[in-house]
C-alpha cells in the first residue's frame, strides 16, 4: 500500500469538496490508502467510514491571507505543519494539500526537508502539448530569485520527472528566453544559458513563451518568477478564450449548433487548461513527493493530485532526483 497525506483545511474549498475527492481517489486505486489531516470532526467521521483512510486530527489552520514563514512558525497544529511531519516520520509516504503556497513551501521544505545536495526545491506542472507531448516546466513560483546552478539542478531535477512519469528517454532541456537564439536574454538569462551549457544536463538551447504547450521540449526551465508569470499567462489566456466561446454560444443559433457539436472537444480543452488532470504543481527536490492543488481546487483536482503523489511515489521519483543530482554534482 502507498500512503498519501491529504490536507483537507486551509483551501479556498470547504472540506467535504476535498474530502470528495479523497474518496474518489481511493475508489480509483485500491493500492492507496490516506491519512487525512485536518478538525477532528471532518477528518474522524471520514476515517470511520473508509477502512483505507486513517485520520490526523489537528487544531490550527493556515489562512490565505496569513504570512506563510510566520504561520508555520507560530501555528506548530496546523494541518498543513503537521501532515508534512507525519510525512517526515514516515506515517505516510507522500503529501497533498492545496492550501496556501507559501504555507505548504515553507511547511513541506522544512517539514518533508530537501534531498541531501538540492538547494532549492522548485514546483513543477506538466504543460500539454499541441504535439501530443507534455512538457515539464519549472520554476512556477517557489525562488523568485536563483543563481545559474540552482537552474541547472531545477534541469535536472525536470528531466528526472520527465523519465519516472511521463516515460521520456532522454529528455530535451530548454531555457524561457525571448529569443532562440544564444546571443538573447538578460544578462541573466545568458548566464543561464552558459551554466546549462556545461551542466550536462540535455540542455537543447532557449525556448520562447510559445514553446511552453508547443511540445518542442521535453523539459522548460525558469526563475520561479519568470516561470509564475508564464503560468498566469497561459491561465488567463485559458479562461478568456473559454469564457469568449461561451460568450459566442448565445449570439446564435448556427453558433449554438456548432458549440454544441464542439463540447466534448471543449470540456475536454477547459480540463486540460485548468490543470485538473493533474491534480496540482508537484514540488520537486525534497524527501517524499508534495502535490500542491490550487486553493480554488475541485474534487477531481484533488483525487487527480493525491493520484499524482502516489504515482510519483511508486515511480521512485525522490531517489531518481537524487540520483541525477548526485551524478551531476
Not at 49 to 58: E, I, N, Q
Not at 198 to 209: H, M, T
Not at 259 to 277: F, Q, R, T, V
Amino acid at each position: 500500500m502507498t500512503t498519501i497525506c491529504v490536507d483537507v483545511m486551509g483551501a479556498d474549498k470547504e472540506p467535504p469538496v476535498l474530502l470528495e475527492g479523497v474518496e474518489a481517489a481511493l475508489a480509483a486505486d485500491p493500492e492507496l490508502e490516506v491519512l487525512v489531516a485536518g478538525a477532528a470532526d471532518v477528518v474522524e467521521p471520514f476515517a470511520a467510514s473508509h477502512s483505507r483512510a486513517r485520520a490526523l486530527v489537528t487544531t490550527e489552520v493556515i489562512a490565505m491571507s496569513e504570512h506563510p514563514a510566520n504561520a508555520v512558525r507560530v501555528k506548530k497544529d496546523a494541518s498543513i505543519v503537521r501532515a508534512a511531519a507525519a510525512v517526515r516520520a514516515g506515517e505516510a509516504d507522500g503529501l497533498f494539500s492545496a492550501g496556501s503556497t507559501g504555507a505548504v513551501l515553507t511547511a513541506a521544505t522544512f517539514g518533508v526537508g530537501r534531498i541531501k545536495g538540492i538547494k532549492r526545491p522548485a514546483l513543477s506542472l506538466p504543460f500539454p502539448g499541441v504535439s501530443g507531448k507534455a512538457t515539464v516546466f519549472l520554476d512556477m513560483g517557489a525562488n523568485a530569485d536563483v543563481k545559474p546552478d540552482v537552474l541547472v539542478q531545477f534541469a535536472h531535477m525536470g528531466r528526472a520527472y520527465s523519465r519516472a512519469i511521463i516515460g521520456v528517454d532522454e529528455p530535451r532541456v530548454g531555457l524561457l528566453c525571448n529569443g532562440s537564439e544564444d546571443t538573447k536574454g538578460s544578462e541573466m538569462a545568458l548566464a543561464y544559458h552558459a551554466a546549462l551549457e556545461a551542466g550536462d544536463c540535455g540542455f537543447a538551447g532557449n525556448a520562447e513563451g510559445t514553446d511552453l504547450l508547443a511540445g518542442t521540449f521535453d523539459v522548460i526551465v525558469a526563475d520561479g518568477f519568470t516561470g509564475n508569470v508564464a503560468l498566469k499567462s497561459i491561465e488567463g489566456t485559458g479562461k478568456f478564450v473559454i469564457k469568449r466561446l461561451k460568450a459566442a454560444m448565445g449570439e446564435s443559433l448556427g453558433n449554438k449548433i456548432g458549440m454544441a457539436l464542439l463540447a466534448k472537444s471543449l470540456k475536454s480543452l477547459a480540463a486540460e487548461m485548468s490543470g485538473d488532470e493533474y491534480g496540482g504543481a508537484i514540488l520537486l527536490g525534497l524527501r517524499a513527493p508534495v502535490v500542491k492543488g490550487h486553493g480554488a481546487t475541485s474534487a477531481r483536482a484533488v483525487c487527480q493530485g493525491t493520484l499524482a503523489a502516489a504515482a510519483a511515489v511508486r515511480a521512485g521519483l525522490t531517489d531518481k532526483i537524487a540520483a541525477a543530482c548526485e551524478i551531476a554534482g
